[in-house]
């Protein structure tokens, strides 16, 4: 089981470059989650989906935009980089709570992008 | 709204030392899910350990226990017997009754030979 998968694994972008990072899950999740982790501030939401073809803001969903068009695969979209975006970012999926394993989240290894 | 507080940004021990980490939380309410994560330098997010609200005993992973004080909305992680690749960053996380995790900050912990 390959688990989360994210493309790519490191990426350098210009000022006002867009970009598109996938995560890929195997596992049959519903549920799926961008995060990004900046220095001191652990891992901050952007966005999560509940199911394919659905999508909601986290907490710092601005300037990204996610799309579900398959369960498996959950996309996240910068239209317009800029430099406060330089992060690194981890897509996770999970179960519903009711059916919680031991693992919540099953996280991807996570994606540096640097915007210059 | 919850919030996740890990009062300590950085902590360093011998080797073999006990270390203790710590975390507090804010909710209202009364069956959730706590977890410690620990990202070391390849990035993984690797779960440590976890504890269900309503169990009152301690969860314990072989050197990894917590002290669990729910009305204090304190949790703790102690590391004893610490080895080097214990080195890495440490997350405390709160598991709402839906979907969400709520994260700390992190603690970078440091074990030195």
């Known amino acids: 089981n390959a688990g989360v998968t994210q493309t790519p694994k490191f990426r350098v972008l210009k000022t006002g470059q867009s970009m598109t990072l996938l995560c890929a899950q195997d596992m049959n999740h519903e549920y799926m989650y961008w995060y990004r982790q900046d220095p001191g501030m652990g891992l901050r939401l952007i966005h999560y989906?509940?199911?394919?073809?659905?999508?909601a803001k986290g907490e710092v969903p601005d300037g990204y935009n996610v799309s579900r068009l398959k369960k498996q695969n959950f996309l996240l979209g910068l239209e317009s980089a800029a430099p406060s975006q330089t992060s690194v970012y981890f897509c996770?999926?999970?179960?519903?709570?009711?059916?919680?394993?031991?693992?919540?989240?099953?996280f991807g290894d996570g994606t540096r992008l640097s915007i210059l | 709204a919850q919030t996740v507080t890990q009062s300590q940004p950085e902590m360093s021990v011998q080797e073999a030392e006990t270390v203790t980490l710590s975390c507090t939380y804010d909710t209202s309410e009364n069956n959730y899910y706590l977890f410690w994560y620990k990202q070391p330098p390849s990035r993984q997010m690797i779960l440590v350990i976890r504890?269900?609200?309503?169990k009152q005993q301690n969860a314990t992973e072989n050197r990894f226990s917590v002290n669990f004080q729910k009305a204090a909305k304190s949790f703790s992680l102690k590391i004893s017997d610490s080895q080097l690749g214990d080195t890495a960053m440490y997350f405390c996380?709160?598991?709402?009754?839906?979907?969400?995790?709520?994260w700390g900050a992190g603690t970078k912990l440091i074990i030195k030979p």
């Open positions: 996770a999926s999970s179960q519903p709570i009711d059916t919680i394993s031991n693992q919540p989240q099953h």
């Open positions: 989906s509940v199911g394919e073809g659905t999508t």
């Open positions: 504890q269900e609200a309503y």
């Open positions: 996380a709160f598991f709402k009754q839906s979907y969400q995790l709520i």
